[in-house]
């Protein structure tokens, strides 16, 4: 009887011991899905919260989830600056040396605006038509009188190559005043337009054309960067780039309107779009780049992307770097908020 007593008293502890071992297992089971849910949640927050400085990596990563908005960005490089602070938010193979195609007429925007007024006259000829290239955009410019300003707008708005050396063969003519043809004065305009640009440390560009309708030059998403940055703080530029339609009123009082190339400034376009005020874009050679001025919650954002591979999918590259901008934005005004 003491036998059987002790056989079960064996039996219940066996089954007391086997029952607690299935608890703890279960137990540490569990804590350890637990452990992988905290993991996970804090990695999604440290990616939320984190600017990411990708100028080390020259790689493209995500600011926020999901993943697959930025992801998509499928050009070859990229700068995301917030504009108040400077901050580079996220980069892509920024100094990567890529054709600038048109972006380069921002480069000589900035160097000529040092050797003419605004408001000062400049007498057209039409010998520079003989080097448009074919297949060039166009403003049109005849062979009458025009401001600075005029050729600037000329050759932000719809880009004009023709434009683009009428105002270098004006330059030229003050940059070397042996120069007799236009071809010696467009070639001074730009000897000194490459000396400039070492000078200001544009380290990635080099221009062999004032229009950009050029194979062999080269720039980066940070030269542009810094070129859009410096054009930027002019009111008078600010207000060519915004506008999807612009009016240029001639030293005669006559008109000229052009429309702009940047599809995110026409309001009859799908890409159109209220915040985005500028500022140009560019293509050659199944090259297609753009720099974008975007307003979110009263901040402001430089994109520059350079190698996307069709006219539309430049925009759509750029689509996905702008909910990012959105998102960030959103989340800085959350945080002010809370305080």
């Not at 900035?110 to 290239?133: C, G, N, T």
């Not at 434009?163 to 005043?177: C, E, P, S």
Request: glycine letters at 4%; charged letters at 35%.
């Amino acid at each position: 009887m003491e036998r059987q007593k002790n056989r079960h008293r064996n039996k219940n502890s066996a089954y007391k011991y086997r029952r607690r071992r299935r608890y703890k297992k279960r137990f540490f089971i569990l804590m350890f899905i637990l452990l992988i849910i905290a993991i996970a949640s804090t990695l999604h927050i440290i990616d939320k919260m984190n600017i990411v400085d990708n100028l080390a990596k020259n790689t493209l990563e995500p600011l926020f989830k999901p993943i697959s908005k930025v992801s998509g960005y499928d050009a070859k490089s990229l700068i995301l600056m917030d504009m108040k602070d400077d901050n580079i938010i996220a980069s892509k193979n920024s100094e990567d040396e890529i054709l600038p195609a048109s972006l380069a007429k921002l480069f000589v925007i900035e160097f000529a605006d040092e050797h003419v007024k605004l408001d000062e006259v400049i007498k057209v000829d039409d010998d520079f038509s003989k080097l448009i290239k074919e297949g060039s955009s166009v403003a049109n410019i005849e062979k009458k009188e025009y401001t600075a300003e005029n050729l600037f707008a000329a050759m932000l708005v719809p880009s004009g190559n023709d434009a683009a050396y009428a105002l270098a063969d004006y330059v030229g003519g003050k940059l070397d005043k042996k120069a007799k043809t236009t071809e010696d004065r467009i070639d001074a305009f730009v000897e000194g337009l490459n000396d400039y640009l070492k000078e200001k440390k544009y380290s990635d560009t080099v221009l062999h054309d004032p229009s950009g309708y050029d194979k062999k030059a080269v720039t980066s998403v940070s030269d542009l960067k810094k070129v859009s940055k410096k054009l930027l703080k002019k009111k008078w530029f600010r207000n060519i780039v915004s506008q999807g339609k612009y009016t240029a009123i001639l030293p005669d009082k006559s008109e000229e309107s052009w429309k702009n190339t940047n599809e995110f400034l026409n309001k009859k376009s799908k890409y159109y779009n209220k915040n985005v005020t500028g500022i140009k874009t560019g293509s050659l050679n199944e090259e297609y780049n753009i720099v974008v001025l975007y307003k979110s919650n009263d901040r402001e954002f430089l994109i520059c992307s350079l190698g996307s591979k069709t006219r539309n999918t430049r925009y759509e590259d750029v689509k996905h770097i702008i909910e990012v901008a959105d998102e960030l934005s959103a989340l800085e005004n959350a945080k002010l908020d809370k305080k």
